[in-house]
């Protein structure tokens, strides 16, 4: 009992550890973010056709710190998933170290590509329409605050969601996922898959569509790359 406990206790240590080193990174990438955070504004606001308007003398110290803290947070990404396979590592083989190791460049990679899928592809269209719906009837008046919020809300999840393939891949060579049990419960996947894309979009069916397909195939690319991971790890048993 008592060197269950002290275990728990160098668990409790090494986890505290590795957090704190991960909001150390975090911090110290956010005070860079915020350096520049007035170049980086004007490089997302550059091809607005429309001024953006202020409501009161903190909202732009608002924008500014959400800007430097998704900056600072897709940064700390590498930093953060370094530290969770430096966590788990005593309990893995060799192999599903070296296996797990390479995942790390490709949490940040994905979650860059969601974020551009998102900023890029997705905002431009679902800007488009809801401002056509409007037509000759209204003046066009965004604050700083609400829209920056608005396009963190159609790009931020991207960021996470497009992380889902080597999410599984991990969890597969840990054997905590089997990639036909995910075949299994594909239905309730979709299900699950589209509500998330209707509670992450604004509530108008060009949005939905746009975020569900995407979504879907996403799911259906973590499935196979899970399959694959998967036989690997069969064979090399088997061996």
Known sequence: MEDQNMKALEHFEEMRKRLIITVTAFLAFFIVSFTFVQDIYH??????????????????????????AVVAGAASIPVAAH????????ALS???????????????????????????????????????LSGNMFATFFTTEKYFKFLLHLTLPFGVLFEMPVVMMFLTSLGILNPYNLQKMRKFAYFALIVVSILITPPDFLSDVLVII?????????VSLSKMVYKRKMAAAAS
Do not use: C, H, N
């Not at 997302?44 to 959400?66: C, E, T």
């Not at 192999?95 to 790390?104: A, D, N, P, Q």
């Open 214 to 222: 995407p979504l879907i195939l996403l799911y259906e690319v973590s």
């Open 83 to 90: 530290q969770l396979w430096l966590f788990i590592k005593p």
């Open 94 to 132: 060799p192999v599903e170290r070296k296996v797990t190791l390479t995942y790390i460049p490709a949490l940040f990679l994905l979650f860059l590509a969601g974020l551009s899928f998102g900023y890029f592809v997705l905002f431009p269209i679902v800007l488009s329409f809801l401002m056509s």
């Open 43 to 68: 490089y997302i606001v550059k091809d607005l056709p429309f001024k953006l308007a202020l409501l009161g003398p903190g909202d732009i110290l608002m924008v500014y710190v959400i800007i430097a």
